[in-house]
Each structure stands twice: as structure tokens, then as C-alpha cells.
């Protein structure tokens, strides 16, 4: 495994550089913005501008790569973010900010692009799924470990962004230096809505109300602990355990999802989530067993997507499974970019513990429709029954290199078969 990511080195230390300066800028920004006296409300636009971003990005950065080429797209894009990073410390206002995290997404999403790119075409074929755990790893640690950036100085001062775009010019570097041969990008064929609900109605609710919540979770998370009345430092640990919390349980989650019907898994992942939201709600006065609830937050929240896509790819022919997981991931985006502002809207309108009440009562929507489809008809597999793999929100690009883990196999068809007879003597 070392002779394999020996090569791609420079790109996986470039990302993680990259996103240590993301995931502090993120939490940095929710922090400096209530400080500066924004509302809930405007808050949560800001977080919804980047999820448009994001948005706009899935459909303008693969057509500016092929145009500049990898290495000087890259750059492009580092550029850009660190730029906003500054910007946002050099003016302070809400319209402006608001732009800058448009123009923040979507230079991510070309970021994402460059590096997935590269490692499907360099990692091969029969090693893909493990460099892809590789580099969900050191995405979600990267994120985990940023929060902890902010005990190095207070939001109010410019030192935190100075960091922040410096490990985003740092994680241009070693891209830049690479001799890596620069693959293509192809496009991605689209696929209908209406036939992606057709295929797998739970797989578009539960994408589009992950969403919502998770888009909630990034925007507002930071922003709701500051207001409960936590301190910088413990506001970064809150934000670290969700996020390793997540990480941690994808795995237990994954056997989960694997081996019953995936709706009923996707209920019952759901619900934990839900319950963390409820156990936030209620555990917030209590000092530090507030965090228990930030765990079983997380551990149920960042298990949903994965297995909605792994049930997804269950309802698809394999001609169709790369574009009905782009529209489901832009189904998801969707979802992302509301997410906040609704959130912000409810917390502006009523108490900051409207938050965790908005995760309960979206995971609970979806834990419910994920049951009552289970109650209601047969889960059918079209050809072979996919595996759970641990996933965040990226690009479209990378699930060329996760689908190569969802080759079918003897086990695989055992698996369908028993988790199809598992659901039938539930009726």
C-alpha cells in the first residue's frame, strides 16, 4: 500500500494542507460574523452561499480545468480561496462576505476536481477503494484537526486568517511541484429526477434531507455553541467530536447497512442522528454532557449519505449508477444550500436551540420515510447489492473512484438475497 501512495504523496499532503485552512476558515467565519453583531438569520445565508457555490462549481470547474489543465487550475482555484480568506478579515459585511463564500465553494468544488481526478487515474483499479478510505480519512481529519486552530488566538484578531491562508497557499505547493501525468475529466451523463425518484424514492428523500441538516450543521454548528454560551476553545472541540465521532462509526454503521434491509438500516442511522439533536437540546445547561449529544450526533449524521448512496446504487442498472449518484449528489447540494438558511431563519425567529431541533426533526423525517417504505413493498436489488462505503460531500469525480468498490461479487449477490428475504419475514 506504501508504493501506491507514495506517488500520490504530494497530492493527499496538498489536500490536507488545503483543508486545515478550510475547516478553520468555516468555524472562524460563524465565530467573527456573531461577534460582529450579524444575525442568525444572515449567518445561516452565509453558509448557504457556500453550499451555491459548491453548486455552481459541480457544473463551471470541470470546463475550467480542461481549459487550464490541472496544475494551473489548482493554483487558480488556491488562489482564489486564499484571497477570500483575507478579504473576509479586510471587510466586514455581510453582502460581501456572502459573495466571497459563493466564490469559496465553488473554488473548492474545482479544488476536489484536481485531486480526485488525479487519484483515480493514479491509483490502480484494484487498490482505488483503499486509497479512496485514504483520502476520506485525511478529509475528515483534517476538518476534525482545523478546529483545533482556534486556540491559537481569538476570532477578533487577524491572526487566525493569516493561517488559514497560508495553509492554503502551503497546500499549493507540493501540487505544483508534482510531475504527476494530468488525466481528464469526462462529463457526466445526466439522469432525470423523476427517474432517480422512480428508482429509489428513499435514496432522494434521505440525500435531500441530509442536506438540509448537514448543510444546517456546517453553516450554523459553530455558531449555535457560541450562543449556548461555550467558549472559542470548546466550540472547536464540539465541532472536532462531531466530525471524529462521524468518522469513527462509519464502519459499524457500514456492517449495519450491509447486512439488513438498507431502508431499515437507513432508519434506524437516521434516528440516531435524530436522537442526538434531542440529546444536544437537552443536555445543553449541563455543561460538558452536552458534548455526549455532539457524538451520537455525529456518529448517526455522517453514516446517512453513505448509506443512502450504497442504496442508490442497489436500485441502478450500472450503466446509470455514475449519473443518478452526480444528480443525487446534486440533490444533496440542493438540499446543503437551504439547509442553513432555513436553520438561521428558525434561530433568529425563536431561541439558538432551534438548531438541534432542526437536525431531530430532519433525520426524523427521513428515519420515518425510510421505515414506512420498508413497511410498504419488497426492497428489490436490480442487479447486485452495493457496499456501504464512508463518504463526505466532494465532487462528482470521486464517485468514479468509490464505484470501483461496487463490483459485484459472490458475497455481494449473498447479501442481496439475505437482506431482500430478511425484509420479506418482516411482513
Known amino acids: 500500500m506504501i508504493s501506491i501512495l507514495l506517488p500520490i504523496g504530494a497530492l493527499l499532503c496538498g489536500i490536507a494542507l488545503l483543508l486545515l485552512g478550510i475547516g478553520l476558515l468555516n468555524t472562524l467565519l460563524a465565530l467573527r460574523g456573531s461577534a460582529e453583531?450579524?444575525?442568525d438569520q444572515t449567518l445561516g445565508l452565509l453558509g448557504s452561499a457556500y453550499f451555491i457555490g459548491f453548486i455552481l462549481g459541480t457544473w463551471l470547474c470541470p470546463r475550467l480545468i480542461r481549459r487550464m489543465g490541472h496544475i494551473r487550475?489548482?493554483?487558480?482555484?488556491?488562489?482564489?480561496?486564499?484571497?477570500?480568506v483575507l478579504l473576509h478579515v479586510l471587510i466586514i459585511d455581510p453582502v460581501i462576505w456572502f459573495v466571497l463564500r459563493i466564490i469559496t465553494g465553488t473554488a473548492l468544488v474545482g479544488i476536489y476536481t484536481v485531486i480526485e481526478s488525479w487519484l483515480n487515474t493514479q491509483a490502480p483499479p484494484e487498490r482505488r477503494?483503499?486509497?479512496?478510505?485514504?483520502?476520506?480519512?485525511?478529509?475528515?481529519?483534517?476538518?476534525a484537526l482545523a478546529q483545533q486552530l482556534l486556540r491559537i488566538d481569538s476570532p477578533m484578531t487577524f491572526?487566525?486568517?493569516?493561517?488559514?491562508?497560508i495553509l492554503i497557499i502551503l497546500g499549493l505547493m507540493p501540487v505544483a511541484a508534482t510531475r504527476l501525468v494530468q488525466p481528464s475529466i469526462n462529463d457526466t451523463p445526466s439522469l432525470s429526477l423523476t427517474r432517480l425518484w422512480q428508482a429509489a424514492p428513499v435514496a432522494c428523500a434521505g440525500a435531500l434531507l441530509s442536506g438540509l441538516a448537514m448543510g444546517g450543521f456546517w453553516g450554523l454548528g459553530a455558531v449555535y455553541a457560541g450562543r449556548i454560551g461555550l467558549p472559542p476553545t470548546e466550540i472547536a472541540l464540539f465541532i472536532s467530536l462531531v466530525i471524529l465521532?462521524?468518522?469513527?462509526?462509519?464502519?459499524?454503521?457500514?456492517f449495519l447497512s450491509d447486512h439488513i434491509d438498507r431502508r431499515r438500516a437507513l432508519a434506524i442511522i437516521a434516528m440516531?442522528?435524530?436522537?442526538?439533536?434531542?440529546?444536544?437540546?437537552?443536555?445543553?445547561p449541563y455543561g460538558q454532557w452536552f458534548l455526549l449529544g455532539a457524538a451520537v450526533f455525529g456518529a448517526g449524521a455522517f453514516a446517512v449519505y453513505p448509506a443512502v448512496i450504497a442504496h442508490l446504487i442497489d436500485h441502478l442498472h450500472q450503466d446509470e449508477i455514475l449519473s443518478g449518484n452526480a444528480a443525487l449528489l446534486m440533490l444533496h447540494g440542493v438540499g446543503a444550500a437551504l439547509g442553513p438558511a432555513t436553520a438561521g431563519w428558525l434561530m433568529n425567529?425563536?431561541?439558538?436551540?432551534?438548531?438541534p431541533v432542526y437536525f431531530s426533526v430532519m433525520f426524523c423525517l427521513c428515519a420515518v420515510y425510510s421505515h414506512l417504505q420498508a413497511r410498504r413493498q419488497r426492497d428489490t436489488i436490480v442487479e447486485a447489492s452495493a457496499h456501504y462505503v464512508p463518504m463526505v460531500r466532494t465532487s462528482p469525480v470521486v464517485l468514479e473512484m468509490m464505484l470501483d468498490d461496487q463490483t459485484p461479487s459472490p458475497e455481494t449477490d449473498t447479501d442481496s438475497t439475505f437482506r431482500s428475504n430478511d425484509h420479506d419475514s418482516g411482513n
Do not use: E, K
Not at 487550475?73 to 477570500?84: K, L, N, P
Not at 491572526?159 to 491562508?165: K, M, Q, S
Open 159 to 165: 491572526t487566525l486568517f493569516a493561517i488559514a491562508a
Open 73 to 84: 487550475a489548482f493554483a487558480f482555484f488556491a488562489a482564489a480561496t486564499a484571497t477570500c
Open 272 to 284: 440516531l442522528a435524530a436522537l442526538g439533536g434531542a440529546l444536544m437540546l437537552v443536555l445543553s
Open 245 to 254: 465521532s462521524g468518522a469513527l462509526c462509519q464502519w459499524p454503521m457500514g
Open 129 to 143: 477503494a483503499r486509497v479512496f478510505a485514504v483520502y476520506m480519512a485525511i478529509n475528515l481529519g483534517a476538518l
Open 37 to 39: 453583531g450579524f444575525s
Open 349 to 355: 425567529h425563536t431561541s439558538p436551540q432551534a438548531l
